[in-house]
């Protein structure tokens, strides 16, 4: 396939940059730096959060699909995953691309958005523990980035792109093991972690799964 890889320079990024080339796909790397990629692939240079229009057409023009592991790494890169998808889903407006799959959070179906002022206040998926504590806890700690990716995914679900949202818990830089649970709409009971590998795994397995289109995908150990 041909695939656009934004944010391959990210640990899911590298990830699915790494997996996709060895799977013999050809891949755009869209980076807002290229100093730390780790292929030798063709290469946008684009800012996400001033957003060149052209640059991230040509990115997009002619893939199968987008993939994204985009997200703010420091506290200035703050909104990035709202405003870097909404430019990413115009340019596949503007170029007829219709797929991407891009990472969110396991906690983000019960943070409210414009889209979706009132959520569950639970995920089904989430056992005692994770709804009265962890849950509470991290969302507290991450509540801008939560509020920045819980307005992507509203940005996608208003789009008319072939969207899948995939919401990990707690990162890990663990091996590639293939062993994880999915579950479509909520969280994996006892899920705690997932390494970005396995994540970029299923990122790329879920190019293939037609029924994960307009799904939001919990992924855990
Ligand atoms: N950490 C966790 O445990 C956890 C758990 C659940 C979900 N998540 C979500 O998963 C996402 C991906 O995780 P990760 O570990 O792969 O994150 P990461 O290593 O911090 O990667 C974030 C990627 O976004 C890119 N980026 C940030 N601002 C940008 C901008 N203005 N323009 C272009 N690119 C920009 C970064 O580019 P640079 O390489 O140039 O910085 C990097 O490639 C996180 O951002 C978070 O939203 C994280």
Redesign the pocket.
């Given at each position: 396939m041909k695939l656009t890889i934004?944010?391959?320079?990210?640990?899911?990024?590298?990830?699915l940059l790494e997996q996709a080339v060895a799977a013999g796909h050809t891949v755009t790397a869209?980076?807002?730096?290229t100093?730390?990629l780790s292929k030798q692939v063709r290469v946008i240079r684009?800012?996400?959060?001033?957003?060149d229009r052209g640059a991230l057409e040509s990115a997009v023009e002619g893939a199968d699909a987008v993939l994204s592991?985009?997200?703010?790494?420091?506290s200035s890169?703050e909104g990035?995953?709202s405003?870097?998808t909404r430019a990413i889903v115009q340019a596949m407006n503007a170029t007829g691309v219709r797929h991407i799959v891009v990472?969110?959070?396991?906690p983000i179906g019960t943070v409210p958005s414009p889209g979706r002022p009132n959520p569950p206040r639970h995920d089904p998926g989430d056992g005692f523990f994770m709804r009265h504590l962890f849950s509470p806890l991290t969302k507290a700690a991450l509540r801008q980035?939560y509020a920045?990716?819980a307005l992507m995914e509203d940005i996608l679900r208003d789009s008319d792109v072939d969207w899948t949202v995939v919401?990990?818990?707690?990162?890990?830089d663990g091996p590639m093991t293939g062993t994880y649970r999915v579950a479509h709409g909520q969280n994996l009971r006892r899920g705690l972690f997932i390494s970005?590998a396995d994540?970029a795994q299923f990122m790329l397995r879920l190019l293939n799964e037609l029924e994960s289109i307009k799904q939001s995908i919990g992924i855990a150990n």
């Amino acid at each position: 396939m041909k695939l656009t890889i934004v944010a391959a320079t990210g640990g899911i990024g590298r990830q699915l940059l790494e997996q996709a080339v060895a799977a013999g796909h050809t891949v755009t790397a869209v980076v807002r730096s290229t100093k730390t990629l780790s292929k030798q692939v063709r290469v946008i240079r684009v800012d996400l959060a001033t957003p060149d229009r052209g640059a991230l057409e040509s990115a997009v023009e002619g893939a199968d699909a987008v993939l994204s592991g985009l997200g703010a790494r420091l506290s200035s890169d703050e909104g990035v995953a709202s405003r870097g998808t909404r430019a990413i889903v115009q340019a596949m407006n503007a170029t007829g691309v219709r797929h991407i799959v891009v990472v969110s959070a396991a906690p983000i179906g019960t943070v409210p958005s414009p889209g979706r002022p009132n959520p569950p206040r639970h995920d089904p998926g989430d056992g005692f523990f994770m709804r009265h504590l962890f849950s509470p806890l991290t969302k507290a700690a991450l509540r801008q980035q939560y509020a920045d990716l819980a307005l992507m995914e509203d940005i996608l679900r208003d789009s008319d792109v072939d969207w899948t949202v995939v919401r990990p818990p707690r990162l890990t830089d663990g091996p590639m093991t293939g062993t994880y649970r999915v579950a479509h709409g909520q969280n994996l009971r006892r899920g705690l972690f997932i390494s970005r590998a396995d994540v970029a795994q299923f990122m790329l397995r879920l190019l293939n799964e037609l029924e994960s289109i307009k799904q939001s995908i919990g992924i855990a150990n």
